[in-house]
């Protein structure tokens, strides 16, 4: 069983960057898809950044350019580079993860749809002061 626990949030000033790490304990199969989602209060958890075992990336565009996802495989963890932050980045952010033959039946090859995934981390509060 997979349990991911997610490090890094806090609270900054807009214009600042913060780096999110998300590490997986347990068996993870290959292939696997992990991901980062937020949900800001009053609001739907969304996707934004996703990396796969054969590191195919996804990002959605309101963070294309200002965020990064990376993993290092030794470590068995992602993360979450997050710069230019502005105030709507506030929100709760969570990892998730999705491997073997889940994401091979889903092709959930990077994937920003939170259906995918079947194991979820606690979450880290990132607050942006303006």
């Known amino acids: 069983q997979v349990q991911l626990v997610e490090s890094g949030g806090g609270s900054v000033q807009s214009g600042g960057s913060l780096r999110l790490s998300c590490v997986a304990s347990g068996y993870t199969n290959r292939p696997y898809s992990m991901a980062w989602f937020r949900q800001a209060p009053g609001q739907e958890r969304e996707g934004f950044a996703a990396?796969?075992?054969?590191?195919?990336?996804s990002y959605s565009p309101f963070v294309k350019g200002r965020f990064t996802i990376s993993q290092d495989n030794t470590k068995n963890t992602v993360y979450l580079q997050m710069n230019s932050l502005r105030p709507e980045d506030t929100a709760m952010y969570y990892c998730?993860?999705?491997?073997?033959?889940?994401?091979?039946?889903?092709?959930?090859?990077?994937?920003?749809?939170?259906?995918?995934?079947?194991?979820w981390g606690q979450g880290t509060q990132v607050t942006v002061s303006s």
């Open positions: 998730a993860y999705v491997g073997g033959s889940r994401m091979t039946a889903l092709q959930a090859l990077a994937s920003l749809a939170q259906d995918d995934y079947d194991v």
């Open positions: 990396i796969d075992s054969d590191g195919t990336i």
